[in-house]
């Protein structure tokens, strides 16, 4: 079950899905016991693999990885840590504004927290927002897993395209950004 290399999808076929269709299409279908087609993102659990470790175990598409693994509080690998970053980003349906999810952001550090090194690795975290949920939770058996869809790729700052990760700067943030010593500044007199 969901292993990319041997399902049979079309040539051409590109793996970008939006927010909304990592939610809709996949994680809430997964999350309900549902069957998705095609079936290419795989479980995983997450923790005790560190992002570079990814390649060959979760569905890649570019230099992105996706797999579904299961809701938990430690982020916790043998070489570091998930720490979270910035706020939950709702994920809203685009024919209707309803709040169907939520993007939670995290970045790897190695070492032990909290004096782990901060590296290039992000991963965006989707879940189902608690009032999508609220429907199927009274219906729940309780033994059910709560899922969600990682989406873990490695930062490159030295070639940033803007738009791989939804984050635009301005011209002046690129400017900002660009400096990277002060002493070339010249002031007016």
């Known amino acids: ?25 996949f994680l809430q279908r997964k999350s309900s016991l549902l069957p998705f087609h095609p079936d290419i ?7 005790p693999c560190d992002p570079w470790d990814l390649d060959g175990k979760a569905m890649v598409e570019g230099k992105k990885w996706y797999y579904f693994s299961r809701k938990l509080q430690n982020r916790v690998t043998e070489n570091g840590y998930w720490q979270t970053c910035g706020a ?6 685009s024919n209707g504004g309803k709040k169907i999810g939520v993007k939670k952001y995290y970045v790897f550090h190695v070492g032990e927290a909290p ?3 901060k590296t290039n690795w992000i991963m ?6 608690d ?8 219906r729940r058996d309780h033994s059910k897993i709560d899922w969600v869809i990682c989406r ?10 803007h738009g791989d990760d939804g984050m635009e700067l301005s011209c002046l943030d690129e400017v900002f950004l660009s ?3 002060y002493d070339d500044i010249s002031y007016p007199n």
Do not use: K, W
């Open 1 to 25: 079950m969901g292993d990319n290399n041997n399902v049979n999808l079309p040539p051409g076929f590109r793996f970008c899905p939006t927010d909304e269709e990592l939610v809709v299409h």
């Open 41 to 47: 993102i795989p479980d995983l659990d997450l923790y």
């Open 88 to 93: 939950d980003e709702q994920i809203v349906s």
């Open 115 to 117: 004096e782990g090194i």
């Open 124 to 129: 965006q975290e989707f879940r189902i927002s």
């Open 131 to 138: 009032g999508a949920n609220s429907t199927r939770s009274r």
């Open 152 to 161: 873990v790729y490695e930062h490159d700052y030295d070639n940033d395209d």
């Open 179 to 181: 400096l990277d010593d």
